[in-house]
């Protein structure tokens, strides 16, 4: 996670949310926060150290390195794989409904 991030007060989060590119945007930080809104109590801090924690014993069980651009050899197979089986079905499926409204 951003250090940067971690350090916003709840305004400058949200303003961050609204001008911020989808792919910039971390998922947990981002849940994180919109919790905070509801539970001023809520320190995001304690549940990123508890995903950490989760992610550094689920990549020991698997194998995985615990760099988080390196992947194991397992997932980058599957992930290439599926978004290849995805983009096909994508493409299919759209030259399938161009046909069927032609």
């Known amino acids: 996670m951003d250090i ?3 350090t916003l007060d709840a305004q400058a989060s949200w303003q961050f949310l609204r001008t911020a590119r989808d792919e910039d945007i971390p998922l947990l930080w981002a ?5 905070r809104d509801e ?5 995001p801090a304690d549940y990123e150290a508890v995903a950490a924690a989760h992610t550094i014993a689920l990549r020991d069980r698997i194998g995985a390195s615990t760099d988080r651009w390196t992947r194991c050899a397992h997932c980058t197979a599957c992930c290439s794989k599926n978004r290849v089986t ?5 493409t299919t499926t759209t030259r399938a409904t161009a ?3 032609t």
Do not use: E, H, K, M
């Open 86 to 90: 995805a983009a096909t079905s994508r």
């Open 99 to 101: 046909t069927s409204t």
């Open 39 to 43: 539970y001023s109590d809520l320190v």
């Open 4 to 6: 940067a991030l971690a």
């Open 31 to 35: 849940a994180l926060q919109i919790a």
